[in-house]
């Protein structure tokens, strides 16, 4: 299985300041990873796609880079609206797995 | 729109068999691949497996033992069955519409809101 890492589990920021969070996978996955925004009691939504690619309506403070085993996840000027967990998946092989998460408060 | 909707009993039993279903409506069952998801409370998310409607599946080595996906297309539902549980298995389980990626595995395209199983006797 693709082990995914992803760092920190929580952190918390202030309206306006740029978060970065990180994700490692355990061998090379290109560039097939999600990243997905969960808020409570809801189902996880899909930000960011490719590493890098945007899902059409979501907005352009949110961003993602990386290929191979290293990637990060940036909402360069986090809103209240932006708080929930965060996580990473990767689709490069079966099975399908998914990085701890990161919870993000927003001050 | 497509609209997934995961029903099922809340509370199984330990050693008993969980059994969900899943009901597609706005899109045929036909096609694409039929996926479960779930997270126990407090916890992150783990892809149990998917039933692709040609007939293939595919399963978390992880579970793979105890899981079965399967497909009504009568009825536009797909269910999970996973015996001999354990309170390790009390989660939300979600079901997804996946489609193929560009890896050749699945990427997810529509999820149901989730449904709390609590295994206790």
């Known amino acids: 299985d693709i082990q995914m890492t992803q760092s920190p589990s929580s952190l918390s920021a202030s309206v306006g300041d740029r978060v970065t969070i990180t994700c490692q996978a355990s061998?090379?996955?290109?560039?097939?990873l999600n990243w997905y925004q969960q808020k409570p009691g809801k189902a996880p939504k899909r930000l960011i796609y490719?590493?890098?690619k945007l899902e059409p309506g979501v907005p352009s403070r949110f961003s993602g880079s990386g290929s191979g085993t290293d990637f990060s996840f940036t909402i360069s000027s986090p809103q209240p609206e932006d708080i929930g967990t965060y996580y990473c998946q990767q689709y490069d092989d079966f099975p399908l797995t998914f990085g701890g998460g990161t919870k993000v408060e927003i001050k | 729109q497509v609209q997934l909707q995961e029903s099922g009993p809340g509370l199984v039993k330990p050693s008993e068999t969980l059994s969900l279903t899943c009901t597609v409506s706005g899109a045929s069952i036909s096609g694409h691949y039929w996926n479960w998801i779930r997270q126990p409370p407090g916890k992150g998310l783990e892809w149990i497996g998917y039933?692709?409607?040609?007939?293939?599946?595919d399963y978390n080595p992880s579970l793979k033992s105890r899981v079965t996906i399967s497909v009504d297309t009568s009825k536009n539902q797909f269910s999970l069955k996973l015996t001999s549980v354990t309170a390790a298995d009390t989660a939300v389980f979600y079901c997804?519409?996946?489609?193929?990626?560009?890896?050749?595995?699945?990427?997810?395209?529509?999820w149901g809101q989730g449904t709390l199983v609590t295994v206790s006797s």
């Open positions: 061998q090379d996955i290109s560039n097939y």
């Open positions: 997804a519409r996946g489609r193929t990626a560009p890896s050749g595995t699945v990427e997810f395209d529509q």
């Open positions: 490719d590493a890098s």
């Open positions: 039933f692709y409607y040609g007939g293939s599946s």
